[in-house]
């Protein structure tokens, strides 16, 4: 069964969620990806936005955290100011797992989603934090979705958006941060994890066809390869209820 | 005067007497849902300048506002607005070109700043942003705020946990309150006194209401306020808060509003590709805003056979199966 | 474990589990509103003892947490409870004969301590109380809160206004965080697993329950997930948040569950007068709480007469010309 | 027509209630005096308790501010966060006057709900402050009701619950509370107001049939009598409207 790369990436993500999650979802493939393991493997999961809405009955995808399609069916649905809370809370927040993306991440997982160049005169002004920044800080464990493209990978980034593992061990709490900070990195090429005890990014995986060298190839900085096998690839069942159940009108895939 | 007086003026009158040239303004929704997009049009209509806006994720609404000419200062969390513009494409150019001034936050920094306002404390702390640029690098700079009393002295501040390491913290963030001149939300119900039903998310429309010195309320429908009072509990804004009622069906078009109409992605879509362009969206500007009277000639342009399109299904609340590649 | 799994168990099975000897405890309800009662007499029933009790102003649930024996600690705002006890008497007779070890704060304190703990903030700031005694003497001393790591190491802390003088303020009064290991609401409507929907006013129980590491709902009916997710912008408290859901209808009595029944003017009148004689509060004790089995008991020893009596009207939501002498 | 001591205290109050006033009630003869000028007087005052409650059709009188009766009809209900946060509010804030009552008040206006005699082991322990601290340290106009006895208007508090103006002239900003402070003592004898320079308590108003005197052999600090005049009596008017649409159940007065 032939497949797209946005497929195995959504598959990979989905993969990482576990039953009884509370999962934090953005806009586009983070979304379709949270969907996914809930058809798939989690169907306890619960799907919850920046927005305030809780455990959505989603008929159909949402292109936005806003989308009136995430306020059907809801357990509850109220705001911003509650739903963050519900990640900063220390009862709650340790239940959610973040899937958020950027423009641009380091070796420490780190994200720029501000701007590319200058912050005052940027050569390209992305969107901002959004609640990127805020899910970074809270939650204990965050699926990030990337392109490998070397620009993307940098050794520094142009803006700080939201916090990974800052400068490596210990950084987060002397910072003032929850302990926490990303799981995997989810690519076009393959995923990586963070080194427990150094917090750098290693690569973990990469996909069938693709060798450890591309993924380098696509990359500023260099990570440890030595941990890396090929990932499974999607299943046909995977697949299926992605393209049948999940994203039939191929809105975000 | 919020009592319990009719409150009830067109939009005209009231963007007219509560929308000053350089007033601190804030609008609810959030990116494709609720924004006060009617009220949006009639500032840029009425050509209001250097407005000072706070925004989460206000999507269309501040973007336009940015393109009408309107905005001089910007706090924002997300200038973003879903598939159509992933990026708000004049909040983008305005800022690459350096026409606005522009500070960052994160969407809870905002929504808490608002929360604080309407709590009337000078600030709130969260644990978000620690270690990063959002504190670390500031876009209204420290002269810029000591000249200017309706700025806080400080982007943020971060401190010690007073209370030892309770919660588990050490450190705090602590965040400025806002207080707007005006905020303007749409909301699906109010009565001719300010008292409003919100359907669905609420975002942060409560805070950035009570927050505000006057607020503005439009509306899909205006009810008998007996007909509210009998859920009081489903009211979210009491009268109190509230300074002028306008009833504008299709308020929030082209953003969605949850129970009556869905967003438009043919609008959104066709409004990203102008604002593209200068000159196009310069068009744009002229023919959809400039060139109608009010929000009533806007729809007209759209016209009928598109807004049945957009309408919301009874059952979800939206429009079942619309196309929205 | 609070996915979405049922949730539904006994009250004894719930205060046995969740409320345990020596845990920090928080109550739902107001004065003569929606006190989680049979929770209550539950606890007294299973004579669980030294519980650290937070409340702002829980009337007669509090009052016969006290009176049961169940508490060693108290951090209140208000114990008083309406016309049959301007102040609560076991809580009263408690102090005044050193009994419990106390802490005042005002009911804005306390709510905005539950709030921070739901936020997971370690304090909040409010300009309330500077310059009085609550900041000034302190129930819990230093030394004591230094060795109770389940305590805040301060009773609250003033600083500067960190931003000058931003919203006029130039001091700010910090005060802690809450984070119950329990909190018990009553609430009209609830589903299995744990989505409550709350008539009337919600108090503080939105917050109470968020700050808490364990909930438990008690609720007047248990009903389909589906009925409420019809409306999900009415249910205060999704079920993420909850451990146990218990269906006792009458929960709340004798205080009052807007829309379901009134409080009883009646037996709170008599509860008063027994409350203030050791020897009859004992024999009260034993009769009504120790003397049944559960709320179903206590309810028979009132009678369906009485309780027809304090019925709510469909329109007011309370008894209407119930005579409350 | 007759009149009781309770009923001209009610009718003192609401006077001072003005047309489009957000009122804060507390239980008991307060919430008969907001019902009192609302019926009377200010038809677009607004009554709303620390319980959520704004502007309820108060068709029986509650007995407790969270008496179901103050949940029927209202514009809204919420929470005590948002009551209380209407009175902190910059923009509500400043409509608000407030009616409170107390055990002690001294003569800068502070007042006792705690404890008589020593705060760890009272002579007599009260309910404590409710809401009453908040609404004193908030609202720009407050009125108190007080028995006029010695030991209820002592020179020293046995714990100053709600600040009225602390140690007198400039000591509520010292403190950092809003400006504010009480405006008026409603007693079973008179009307206390304070000076606006040395913000001491002074006689405003003493009822028929009471003198100057009998109102300073009830008070254990002394107060300027100099500006002290008869009040006017309750009307045939108010008296009618009191008991018959305000209590006519008699459960209050």
Same mark, same amino acid.
């Given at each position: 069964?032939?497949?797209?790369?946005?497929?195995? *990436? %959504?598959? *990979?993500?989905?993969?990482?969620?576990?039953?009884?999650?509370?999962?934090?979802?953005?806009?586009?493939?983070?979304?379709?990806?949270?969907?996914?393991?809930?058809?798939?493997?989690?169907?306890?999961?619960?799907?919850?936005?920046?927005?305030?809405?809780?455990?959505?009955?989603?008929?159909?995808?949402?292109?936005?955290?806003?989308?009136?399609?995430?306020?059907?069916?809801?357990?509850?649905?109220?705001?911003?100011?509650?739903? /963050?809370?519900? *990640?900063?809370?220390?009862?709650?927040?340790?239940?959610?797992?973040?899937?958020?993306?950027?423009?641009?991440?380091?070796?420490?997982?780190?994200?720029?989603?501000?701007?590319?160049?200058?912050?005052?005169?940027?050569?390209?002004?992305?969107?901002?934090?959004?609640?990127?920044?805020?899910?970074?800080? /809270?939650?204990?464990?965050?699926?990030?979705?990337?392109?490998?493209?070397?620009?993307?990978?940098?050794?520094?980034?142009?803006?700080?958006?939201?916090?990974?593992?800052?400068?490596?061990?210990?950084?987060?709490?002397?910072?003032?941060?929850?302990?926490?900070?990303?799981?995997?990195?989810?690519?076009?090429?393959?995923?990586?994890?963070?080194?427990?005890?150094?917090?750098? *990014?290693?690569?973990?995986?990469?996909?069938?066809?693709? %060798?450890?060298?591309?993924?380098?190839?696509?990359?500023?900085?260099?990570?440890?390869?030595?941990?890396?096998?090929? %990932?499974?690839?999607?299943?046909?069942?995977?697949?299926?209820?992605?393209?049948?159940?999940?994203?039939?009108?191929?809105?975000?895939? | 005067?919020?009592?319990?007086?009719?409150? #009830?003026?067109?939009?005209?009158?009231?963007?007219?007497?509560?929308?000053?040239?350089?007033?601190?303004?804030?609008?609810?929704?959030?990116?494709?849902?609720?924004?006060?997009?009617?009220?949006?049009?009639?500032? #840029?209509?009425?050509?209001?300048?250097?407005?000072?806006?706070?925004?989460?994720?206000?999507?269309?609404?501040?973007?336009?506002?940015?393109?009408?000419?309107?905005?001089?200062?910007?706090?924002?969390?997300?200038?973003?607005?879903?598939?159509?513009?992933?990026?708000?494409?004049?909040?983008?150019?305005?800022?690459?070109?350096?026409?606005?001034?522009?500070?960052?936050?994160?969407?809870?920094?905002?929504?808490?700043?608002?929360?604080?306002?309407?709590?009337? #404390?000078?600030?709130?702390?969260?644990?978000?942003?620690?270690?990063?640029?959002?504190?670390?690098?500031?876009?209204?700079?420290?002269?810029?705020?000591?000249?200017?009393?309706?700025?806080?002295?400080?982007?943020?501040?971060?401190?010690?946990?007073?209370?030892?390491?309770?919660?588990?913290?050490?450190?705090?963030?602590?965040?400025?309150?806002?207080?707007?001149? #005006?905020?303007?939300?749409?909301?699906?119900?109010?009565?001719?006194?300010?008292?409003?039903?919100?359907?669905?998310?609420?975002?942060?429309?409560?805070?950035?209401?009570?927050?505000?010195?006057?607020?503005?309320?439009?509306?899909?429908? +205006?009810?008998?306020?007996?007909?509210?009072?009998?859920?009081?509990?489903?009211?979210?804004?009491?009268?109190?808060?509230?300074?002028?009622?306008?009833?504008?069906?299709?308020?929030?078009?082209?953003?969605?509003?949850?129970?009556?109409?869905?967003?438009?992605?043919?609008?959104?879509?066709?409004?990203?590709?102008?604002?593209?362009?200068?000159?196009?969206?310069?068009?744009?500007?002229?023919?959809?805003?400039?060139?109608?009277?009010?929000?009533?000639?806007?729809?007209?342009?759209?016209?009928?056979?598109?807004?049945? +399109?957009?309408?919301?299904?009874?059952?979800?609340?939206?429009?079942?199966?619309?196309?929205?590649?």
């Amino acid at each position: 069964m032939d497949y797209t790369l946005k497929e195995t *990436m %959504t598959i *990979m993500a989905a993969r990482e969620i576990r039953n009884g999650d509370i999962v934090f979802c953005g806009t586009g493939i983070s979304m379709v990806a949270a969907m996914a393991a809930k058809q798939i493997s989690a169907p306890d999961s619960i799907i919850f936005f920046e927005t305030g809405s809780i455990d959505s009955c989603l008929e159909e995808i949402p292109l936005a955290v806003a989308d009136p399609r995430v306020m059907f069916g809801a357990a509850s649905n109220s705001g911003l100011l509650e739903a /963050f809370a519900t *990640m900063q809370n220390p009862n709650t927040g340790d239940r959610v797992i973040g899937i958020l993306g950027a423009a641009q991440i380091d070796k420490y997982g780190n994200l720029n989603s501000t701007c590319i160049g200058n912050y005052f005169q940027p050569k390209t002004r992305l969107s901002g934090s959004g609640g990127s920044c805020d899910v970074a800080s /809270f939650v204990s464990r965050c699926l990030i979705f990337m392109q490998h493209e070397k620009r993307k990978f940098p050794i520094k980034l142009d803006y700080l958006t939201s916090p990974g593992y800052l400068v490596g061990p210990g950084a987060r709490e002397r910072a003032g941060l929850k302990p926490g900070g990303p799981t995997a990195v989810i690519t076009n090429l393959g995923v990586m994890r963070f080194d427990n005890d150094t917090k750098e *990014m290693y690569l973990a995986g990469y996909y069938p066809g693709v %060798t450890p060298q591309n993924i380098l190839d696509n990359m500023e900085f260099s990570v440890d390869i030595s941990r890396a096998i090929e %990932t499974e690839p999607p299943t046909e069942r995977e697949l299926k209820i992605l393209r049948k159940r999940v994203d039939p009108q191929k809105l975000v895939l | 005067m919020n009592t319990a007086q009719d409150k #009830v003026m067109t939009l005209e009158q009231a963007i007219a007497s509560y929308v000053t040239d350089g007033c601190h303004i804030s609008i609810g929704g959030f990116t494709v849902s609720r924004n006060p997009m009617a009220a949006v049009y009639e500032i #840029v209509r009425q050509r209001k300048k250097n407005l000072h806006c706070y925004a989460h994720s206000n999507g269309t609404g501040v973007d336009e506002l940015i393109g009408g000419g309107c905005v001089s200062r910007l706090e924002i969390a997300y200038g973003g607005n879903g598939k159509a513009a992933p990026t708000c494409i004049r909040f983008k150019l305005a800022i690459q070109r350096g026409e606005i001034l522009f500070e960052d936050y994160s969407n809870y920094h905002m929504s808490l700043r608002f929360h604080a306002g309407a709590m009337g #404390v000078p600030f709130i702390a969260t644990l978000s942003g620690l270690g990063t640029d959002i504190l670390n690098i500031w876009g209204f700079s420290k002269e810029m705020r000591a000249k200017d009393p309706k700025l806080p002295n400080k982007k943020a501040e971060v401190i010690d946990n007073p209370f030892g390491s309770w919660t588990g913290a050490s450190k705090v963030v602590l965040i400025p309150a806002i207080n707007p001149d #005006v905020t303007i939300i749409h909301v699906q119900k109010a009565d001719r006194y300010g008292t409003c039903r919100i359907e669905g998310l609420n975002f942060a429309d409560i805070d950035q209401a009570k927050s505000a010195k006057n607020v503005i309320v439009t509306c899909e429908e +205006i009810v008998d306020a007996a007909e509210l009072r009998e859920k009081p509990e489903y009211n979210q804004i009491p009268f109190i808060h509230v300074s002028a009622v306008v009833h504008v069906p299709h308020g929030a078009y082209p953003s969605a509003c949850y129970n009556y109409y869905d967003y438009d992605p043919m609008y959104l879509r066709q409004l990203s590709n102008f604002a593209k362009d200068d000159k196009l969206y310069k068009e744009y500007l002229e023919t959809f805003v400039h060139g109608v009277k009010n929000h009533r000639g806007l729809l007209n342009l759209v016209g009928q056979e598109q807004l049945k +399109i957009i309408a919301a299904d009874a059952r979800t609340g939206y429009a079942t199966g619309l196309d929205r590649r």
